[in-house]
């Protein structure tokens, strides 16, 4: 029933921005974080940032750049990913982990990031 729709990814040059969102859906339960994580070809998955109702947490490779941010009114999470390098390339995938008296974590689809020049 919980459906993730991602928006914003797409092809941006070295030093460029942008902005990914992610609108969660169709549950009446309550979500206690969400985040984003990447995965490049022949890599792990990896958290790039996430948060909470207490607090953000960023890998270290996009401290700085990127930042998190959360309308929960919408239930969607934000990427604002700025100073864009050619290793930040990579699928990224939303999450949002919900409250069912127990944590249930759901996944978006994934959006294509590519830093070209």
């Known amino acids: 029933q919980v459906q993730l729709v991602e928006s914003g990814g797409g092809l941006v040059q070295p030093g460029g921005s942008l902005r990914l969102s992610c609108a969660a859906s169709?549950?009446?339960?309550?979500?206690?974080?969400m985040g984003w994580y990447r995965q490049a070809p022949g890599k792990e998955r990896e958290l790039v940032a996430s948060?909470?109702?207490?607090?953000?947490v960023y890998a270290d490779s996009v401290k700085g750049r990127f930042t998190i941010s959360r309308d929960n009114a919408k239930n969607t999470v934000y990427l604002q990913m700025n100073a864009l390098k050619p290793e930040d390339t990579a699928v990224y995938y939303c999450n949002a982990e919900y409250n069912r008296g127990y944590l249930y974590d759901y996944w978006g689809q994934g959006t294509q990031v590519t830093v070209s020049s």
């Open positions: 948060i909470d109702n207490k607090r953000t």
């Open positions: 169709g549950s009446g339960f309550s979500i206690n974080a």
